[in-house]
């Protein structure tokens, strides 16, 4: 026969793979129930992180809003302060221009300007919510009254207000001068 194949001898023929030589590969095996508890640790632990970080970013949130809120109560009391420093600064002007147009004096039209003035200035200080203190004729109040002297009132009740020497302003309910009285 000629047309078979003579195989070189001192080869060695490989050995046919039987579905038996697949087998004795070694087998990978998984075990689902460590996969799945360490898939649950893992995601355990990254819902706690996500909650810490939750709670930072909330508490992250209420401070600033503290701290807006805070700013704003300070920014508020510090023009009222400042106010109240300027209309403290400006009574003692206004005490001058009701001396002034309280004084005798012959030359009406100057006395005419003063009361303009006056007015004027009673104008800005209503505009700014600041008004006189009622005293002339009221129980003495020490929240409000300074009381330079004490007199019997004849008529009066003891404790009223029988004189007003200087007037006393609020300005936001609190008092920037109190009314010295008697």
Do not use: W
């Not at 998984?30 to 632990?45: C, H, S, V």
């Not at 302003?169 to 001068?177: E, F, N």
């Amino acid at each position: 026969m000629a047309d078979e194949i003579k195989k070189p001898e001192g080869e060695n023929p490989q050995p046919e793979q039987t579905p038996d030589a697949q087998s004795e590969q070694p087998e990978v095996t998984i075990d689902l129930a460590a996969l799945a508890e360490g898939l649950k640790a893992q995601a355990e632990a990254a819902e706690k992180k996500a909650a810490e970080a939750k709670d930072t970013l909330l508490r992250t949130m209420a401070e600033y809003d503290n701290f807006r809120k805070r700013s704003a109560r300070e920014q508020a009391a510090s023009y009222s302060s400042g106010m109240a420093y300027a209309i403290e600064k400006l009574l003692p002007v206004l005490d001058t221009l009701e001396m002034a147009a309280n004084a005798p004096t012959g030359d009406e039209n100057y006395k005419k300007g003063v009361v303009m003035t006056l007015d004027k200035c009673a104008e800005v200080f209503k505009a700014m919510g600041v008004e006189e203190i009622p005293a002339l004729g009221l129980p003495f109040d020490p929240a409000v009254h300074a009381a330079v002297m004490q007199q019997p009132g004849g008529d009066a009740k003891s404790g009223t207000v029988l004189q007003v020497f200087q007037k006393g302003y609020p300005l936001d309910g609190k008092v920037i001068r109190c009314a010295s009285v008697i």
